[in-house]
């Protein structure tokens, strides 16, 4: 008995060592690659209700300018992303009245050359550049007001509140608006078209309006033909009384 045993401990010594060495020979999990480039519109796609500010980013080719900086600049950047019901409830044809250019510069003003947490847009020096800033000569800022976890936004022309965020990591924060951040010098009073003169005649090349001015003097020249006959026929009748008189005196 005690024989066996000497036996089998060697053979268990040799066993251990084999599993020892397979289990230190096995590879190591690899460690986790560095991340991708942050893609906006991947972003926006996972949220899924922002296809027609999808559809504007890839035409403009905003998006692409956005993806190109935020993983280059050490500033970051912040887009406010409207959703598809923002553009429903826009006026109709809204966006089919703009240009290109213009379209480009609407995209533009929901972006932000800069990172900013929602706590950083409490505190913030109104108003803020926007990625438009400078077009035109115009400001194309953005107005943040607010308290506690509640920031608005305003354009000077419509204001809405700065919803939930799909990221707000650096270097890209991404806050979801429910209206279309319309900028003043776009869409303000002072660029509604001036009232157009009166449509010429075809044949006569001759306004309405002017048809209609001339028209009232016509009308009125006749009265005054009236008036001088009127004068006439009684300086004539005077004369002929004078005439009378004098008959009978003499």
Known sequence: MAIARLTLAPLLLIAAVILSTETSAQPAAPAPGPAGPINLTAILEKGGQFTTFIHLLKITQVGEQVNIQVNSSSEGMTVFAPTDNAFQNLKAGTLNKLSSDE???????????KFYTLDDLLS??????????????????????????????????????????LRS????????VDMVLLPGEMFGEHKLSPIAPAPKSPTTGVSDDDTKSNSTKKAAAPADKSASGERRVGLGFGFGLVVLCLKFLF
Do not use: C, M, W
């Open 169 to 176: 990591q650096r270097p890209l924060a991404v806050y979801v």
């Open 124 to 165: 913030v020096s109104n108003p803020v550049r926007t990625q438009a800033s400078g077009r035109d000569n115009g400001v194309y800022g953005l107005n943040f007001t607010g308290e506690a976890n509640q920031v608005n936004v305003s354009t000077g022309y419509v204001e809405t509140r700065v919803s939930n965020a």
């Open 103 to 113: 379209q480009v510069k609407l995209i533009l003003y929901h972006v932000s050359p």
